[in-house]
């Protein structure tokens, strides 16, 4: 019997948010792997805000996905053949896998190798996995809080947002979390136990984050640049750092926006911005996966998943994240992780 | 003999720049010190891009200048009189002591006591004072180069941007200086050994400044904002740390201006933006003069000076620096150093 992969092909570059008509759905016959390689079949596929980028033709932190090729993305996986000395069939992988079904690897793609069965497959593309990681290395790492700070953080409720409140949280410091609407201001409060929460949509937004802020922000955990971030910038503290992990609320930049200019705002309270990225800190991942784990087994750490069914729902996943619509780290699944056999004769 | 006092004072606030205008001066007489007093006799003021924040009454990282009041200053000067256990006649200092001859101290507005005698006393205004203090912190702390980085600067024919230059190539980095007109750029190059100066009044400014940085800057010590700042920050290497010590350009922060989004630049350069002020490092000043001081003996930190005479040049002399009119360090010059006399009776 010979396994047909389904892939999604980025066909066209997007202008801006990559939308649907971007990506095409193909089928495939899937290769048996060759001396050194292995097969995984794909149990949850990521959708990242940062895709964006990924397909974006402009200068970048990555080489732009090609045209034609398999949309690239993380994986949680398990192998069901394999010819490598170092992967065995049952393991669980987090990879750059591709939103396919299936992936052949020579291990180099591998991000990290899933230990323990406690936690369920698809948190380690979420808050154990890149979103996590993000939260954790931005605030711990570049931010560097210190308890009774004040912390504030755009898209609050959503993967990376929710993580780096509960991480300040546990911290010692005070939360804010910025949301869009009631829906998901009260998660954040009441789920992620956020100190205060604020609607960017609501008329009041503004007089509300400055109430909020009284005493000046010393964090802000920046997902979104754009207006949310222009009103927190009026409002910090000596001292202040901004870490800039993300630009959701910018839908394009070309041409490039303009925004009110930062240099005096930074040079007043002698505050600082850090651009970050996740990826520069692979040799840490594991510390960061145990210490998060440890957390989510503790119930200090809480995490919301919005789970997409089907790899069909791919090529419009990335602008869904764009219109706001999930309340919890999006992936998507292709199948339950106990319907994952070994490949027979692998 | 009653000394009489002539002093600058505030009388009204700019919009933007401070002008002649804005300024008064003023004959009073001067005190005799009271127990635990001692007076001074300026012989040099310092002129500051800062004074614009300082005027402002807009929040700011200090107290505005209150209306009426002698204009904020450093003096470098010599005690003629003491009733202060601490404070000798002789003693030279440099302190906020105001635009104005002569002033009464408590001691509490001393920022340095000078010590040796090998340098002339306008120096400890500059590249021995705030300027040189500004370029040593801002570089060496805040940046933290690494030999054979590329580090660039603007003003760089001027008091701080020449020492950051210096201090720059002393710490093993390529040099690139951003100045107006030629006869700037030559000093950059000619008297301060920058590896490359860019003139940013000319039309291919941005070209020339892209093929200087071919490779990427490493650290960008901005004294400017502004257009000069958004060609720069278009060729940030990865890891690129830029200083805001100053906003030079921009004529006003009232309406705020705007300008191109920095987040994304940041973001996929892994770069930092920190604002940063001298005067948080008062407790580590004479560390920084003490190292300052033996470059300069050396030859290895050259500084030039724009020496104005008497305080009637005062009124207009910072509208003069944003007109980009000296080349150097900008103080005034009330008396000859070695005219200071104690004062009889004193």
């Known amino acids: 019997m010979t396994l047909m992969n389904q892939q999604v092909r980025l066909i066209s570059r997007p202008d801006g948010i990559p939308q649907r008509e971007n990506f095409a759905i193909e089928t495939a016959p899937v290769a048996a792997p060759g001396p050194g390689e292995f097969l995984v079949r794909n149990v949850y596929l990521g959708v990242e805000p940062a895709m964006r980028g990924w397909v974006s033709a402009v200068t970048n932190y990555s080489d732009p996905v090609p045209l034609g090729s398999v949309m690239r993305a993380f994986g949680a996986a398990q192998v069901i053949a394999s010819r490598h000395p170092d992967f065995a069939v049952g393991d669980r992988l987090v990879g750059w896998f591709g939103w396919q079904s299936y992936a052949l ?64 949280r546990i911290a010692g410091c005070r939360t804010i979390g910025i949301a869009g609407g009631p829906a998901k201001t009260a998660i954040c409060r009441d789920a992620f136990r956020f100190d205060a929460a604020i609607d960017y949509k609501s008329p009041a937004f503004e007089k509300e984050l400055a109430a909020a802020c009284a005493s000046g922000i010393d964090i802000y955990y920046d997902n979104t640049a754009g207006r949310i971030s222009d009103a927190a910038l009026a409002h910090l503290a000596v001292g202040a750092r901004i870490v800039i992990c993300g630009t959701a609320s910018v839908a394009s930049w070309d041409p490039w926006p303009s925004g009110p200019r930062v240099e005096r705002r930074l040079l007043v309270k002698r505050a600082s911005m850090h ?17 998060l784990s440890g957390w989510v087994s503790s119930g200090e750490l809480r995490y919301r998943e919005d789970i997409l069914e089907r790899i069909e729902s791919a090529p419009d996943s990335i602008a869904g994240l764009y219109r706001g619509e999930n309340l919890g780290r999006r992936v998507i699944r292709l199948c339950a992780e106990d319907e994952v056999r070994p490949l027979s004769g692998g």
């Open 105 to 168: 690897s020579r291990g180099d793609d591998v991000v990290h190798r899933i230990r323990g069965r406690e936690h369920p497959l698809s948190v380690y593309l979420g808050v154990l996995g890149v979103s996590g990681m993000t939260a954790y290395f931005g605030l711990l790492d570049v931010a560097r809080p210190k308890p009774g700070e004040t912390v504030l953080v755009s898209t609050a409720a959503g993967g990376v947002g929710s993580a780096v409140g509960q991480i300040a």
């Open 275 to 291: 651009g970050f990225l996740v990826t520069d800190y692979v040799a840490r991942y594991e510390e960061a996966i145990r210490r």
